[in-house]
């Protein structure tokens, strides 16, 4: 699918959490696939998205929920909202232009509920409750998928709808539960008509684009197309509904709480960073499902870092620090046009972020076969300006998808980064003159002219540098012993031919085990 918005202004609306619990990584999962979109549409696409997300803070899990905790079902349901934006802050999901809470907006649902059932749309049963009623939109029921009214589908003994697919509007409420008063009497908003009250009243009659989760295509946002159409009576509402799939734990199983198979968005900022959850969720298209795992994890951080080392080997090359054979730099200018190309087709198409993905590694692959290091200064120009450009939109691609880089490196979130940059750095070039100075032969004496330097003068000469070479070899073993003791915490020394670089990497895993 091809993306097309006719207009720079995006009106898109988002499916908000139900705040009766800590969020996981399933919901992460669908948040920060939406949150990369919303990046690519404005940086890529140069489009200004004007977004809402609706906040469901009353709901039947909630009630449960805060009943068992001897708390007001508003209370519990600030405390998970707040919880929730701090997840999002934490990942780094941009924050939508405006949130909006169901229970402060009841007299709208109330009279988005009253218009519908004055065009003949909706029905209220003599319990108080208020009901869509189907086949007055027969024929145009079903646009995300399917549906068939059957006109003899039997219904449950107990209810009060007119046909089985009527679903509810307004809840008359039960005894001692959070309720409003309205025309049908106390009761709360059915969970569909929230949304469509909440996004009519910014967007009106028209939205560009609606995001959820998979599980929400139906009956949730196709009853949402239903109530927006038949209140707005226009013939389309929305123009794209973009479905996130599942996130599943190994073995094809949908992470969710009912299953009990989770991830706390939390834990799991505990041993990985947002960087590479980013990396790990565009690896994967937005409407896949996607398999969670230590291995798939292991692949996102595998890939952030070599894109890490190849940034600092074309940084070290920029700065004279790397020494390469000629540089084909017609190939990589080919290659940077080609890529840049490829990922804004690829953000096009649907936004296909692992071809995206996949372009972008492939030209790390060109510049990484260009930057082989030779032992010898060689007398090939530089070539540093088409570096430049490939490090400038690598920089670029990543930011654009919410990846941050830190000089040149990606970004690993730590207390005072600047500071342990400047110390590392510091650090380094001291080991430099210790390594040079261990690997420094003294000058042989240079015979007068026309004398001839004897052969047990060659020997004393062979023999002192090959002392001093003794007698420095404790130095170049502090050398590598400090490299090997700094990989460990994730600090890797890389040496050049006549310098070194450093990076920053993965610590150890013996090391996270203690």
Same mark, same amino acid.
């Given at each position: 699918?091809?993306?097309?918005?006719?207009?720079?202004?995006?009106?898109?609306?988002?499916?908000?959490?139900?705040?009766?619990?800590?969020?996981?990584?399933?919901?992460?999962?669908?948040?920060?696939?939406?949150?990369?979109?919303?990046?690519?549409?404005?940086?890529?696409?140069?489009?200004?998205?004007?977004?809402?997300?609706?906040?469901?803070?009353?709901?039947?899990?909630?009630?449960?929920?805060?009943?068992?905790?001897?708390?007001?079902?508003?209370?519990?349901?600030?405390? /998970?909202?707040?919880?929730?934006?701090?997840?999002?802050?934490?990942?780094?999901?941009?924050?939508?232009?405006?949130?909006?809470?169901?229970?402060?907006?009841?007299?709208?649902?109330?009279?988005?509920?009253?218009?519908?059932?004055?065009?003949?749309?909706?029905?209220?049963?003599?319990?108080?409750?208020?009901?869509?009623?189907?086949?007055?939109?027969?024929?145009?029921?079903?646009?995300?998928?399917?549906? /068939?009214?059957?006109?003899?589908?039997?219904?449950?003994?107990?209810?009060?709808?007119?046909?089985?697919?009527?679903?509810?509007?307004?809840?008359?409420?039960?005894?001692?539960?959070?309720?409003?008063?309205? =025309?049908?009497?106390?009761?709360?908003?059915?969970?569909?008509?929230?949304?469509?009250?909440?996004?009519?009243?910014?967007?009106?009659?028209?939205?560009?684009?609606?995001?959820?989760?998979?599980?929400?295509?139906?009956?949730?946002?196709?009853?949402?197309?239903?109530?927006?159409?038949?209140?707005?009576?226009?013939?389309?509402?929305?123009?794209?509904?973009?479905?996130?799939?599942?996130?599943?734990?190994?073995?094809?199983?949908?992470?969710?709480?009912?299953?009990?198979?989770?991830?706390?968005?939390?834990?799991?900022?505990?041993?990985?960073?947002?960087?590479?959850?980013?990396?790990?969720?565009?690896?994967?298209?937005?409407?896949?499902?996607?398999?969670?795992?230590?291995?798939?994890?292991?692949?996102?951080?595998?890939?952030?870092?070599?894109?890490?080392?190849?940034?600092?080997?074309?940084?070290?090359?920029?700065?004279?620090?790397?020494?390469?054979?000629?540089?084909?730099?017609?190939?990589?200018?080919?290659?940077?046009?080609?890529?840049?190309?490829?990922?804004?087709?690829?953000?096009?198409?649907?936004?296909?972020?692992?071809?995206?993905?996949?372009?972008?590694?492939?030209?790390?692959?060109?510049?990484?076969?260009?930057?082989?290091?030779?032992?010898?200064?060689?007398?090939?120009?530089?070539?540093?300006?088409?570096?430049?450009?490939?490090?400038?939109?690598?920089?670029?691609?990543?930011?654009?998808?919410?990846?941050?880089?830190?000089?040149?490196?990606?970004?690993?979130?730590?207390?005072?980064?600047?500071?342990?940059?400047?110390?590392?750095?510091?650090?380094?070039?001291?080991?430099?003159?210790?390594?040079?100075?261990?690997?420094?032969? =003294?000058?042989?004496?240079? =015979?007068?002219?026309?004398?001839?330097?004897?052969?047990?003068?060659?020997?004393?000469?062979?023999?002192?540098?090959?002392?001093?070479?003794?007698?420095?070899?404790?130095?170049?073993?502090?050398?590598?012993?400090?490299?090997?003791?700094?990989?460990?915490?994730?600090?890797?020394?890389?040496?050049?031919?006549?310098?070194?670089?450093?990076?920053?990497?993965?610590?150890?895993?013996?090391?996270?085990?203690?």
């Amino acid at each position: 699918m091809t993306f097309s918005i006719d207009f720079n202004l995006v009106h898109r609306y988002s499916c908000g959490p139900t705040v009766y619990d800590h969020a996981h990584l399933g919901h992460a999962c669908s948040y920060v696939k939406f949150d990369i979109i919303r990046r690519i549409i404005t940086k890529i696409f140069g489009k200004e998205v004007v977004m809402v997300m609706g906040i469901t803070d009353i709901d039947d899990k909630i009630i449960k929920r805060a009943n068992e905790m001897n708390i007001s079902p508003v209370a519990l349901a600030r405390f /998970y909202e707040e919880d929730f934006k701090r997840d999002m802050e934490a990942l780094k999901v941009l924050p939508p232009t405006i949130y909006m809470r169901v229970t402060e907006n009841i007299p709208q649902v109330i009279a988005f509920i009253q218009q519908l059932v004055a065009s003949g749309h909706a029905y209220a049963t003599s319990r108080g409750n208020v009901y869509f009623d189907i086949r007055s939109w027969e024929g145009r029921y079903g646009k995300l998928r399917q549906i /068939y009214i059957d006109e003899e589908e039997e219904m449950a003994v107990d209810s009060d709808k007119h046909h089985m697919k009527d679903f509810a509007l307004w809840k008359a409420a039960s005894p001692q539960e959070m309720c409003w008063d309205s =025309p049908w009497g106390k009761g709360r908003p059915g969970w569909h008509i929230e949304c469509s009250t909440i996004s009519s009243l910014v967007f009106g009659q028209h939205l560009d684009i609606h995001t959820g989760g998979i599980d929400l295509a139906f009956p949730h946002h196709e009853n949402e197309i239903t109530q927006c159409e038949a209140y707005h009576q226009c013939q389309q509402w929305g123009n794209y509904f973009l479905h996130s799939g599942h996130l599943h734990v190994k073995g094809s199983v949908k992470m969710s709480k009912s299953l009990k198979n989770y991830v706390t968005i939390k834990d799991f900022l505990k041993k990985s960073s947002p960087n590479q959850f980013r990396m790990f969720c565009l690896r994967s298209g937005y409407r896949s499902a996607t398999e969670y795992s230590d291995e798939s994890m292991n692949d996102a951080k595998n890939i952030l870092q070599i894109i890490s080392s190849f940034m600092s080997s074309a940084t070290a090359y920029m700065k004279g620090q790397l020494t390469c054979d000629t540089i084909r730099e017609d190939v990589l200018w080919e290659r940077l046009s080609h890529t840049k190309a490829m990922v804004k087709a690829s953000c096009a198409d649907d936004f296909d972020t692992p071809r995206a993905v996949g372009a972008i590694m492939d030209l790390i692959h060109h510049g990484n076969r260009q930057l082989k290091a030779v032992t010898k200064e060689a007398e090939s120009p530089r070539s540093a300006v088409v570096f430049g450009a490939i490090i400038s939109y690598i920089q670029e691609f990543l930011n654009t998808t919410g990846i941050s880089l830190d000089d040149g490196q990606v970004a690993v979130e730590r207390k005072h980064s600047a500071m342990l940059s400047s110390v590392i750095d510091e650090l380094v070039s001291f080991r430099v003159q210790v390594r040079d100075f261990a690997l420094a032969t =003294p000058k042989t004496s240079v =015979p007068a002219e026309g004398a001839i330097l004897s052969k047990e003068a060659k020997q004393q000469q062979k023999e002192k540098r090959h002392q001093l070479l003794q007698e420095r070899e404790p130095l170049l073993q502090a050398c590598d012993r400090l490299r090997q003791d700094l990989a460990v915490y994730g600090i890797n020394i890389k040496d050049r031919s006549t310098t070194s670089t450093w990076e920053l990497g993965e610590p150890s895993k013996e090391l996270e085990k203690s």
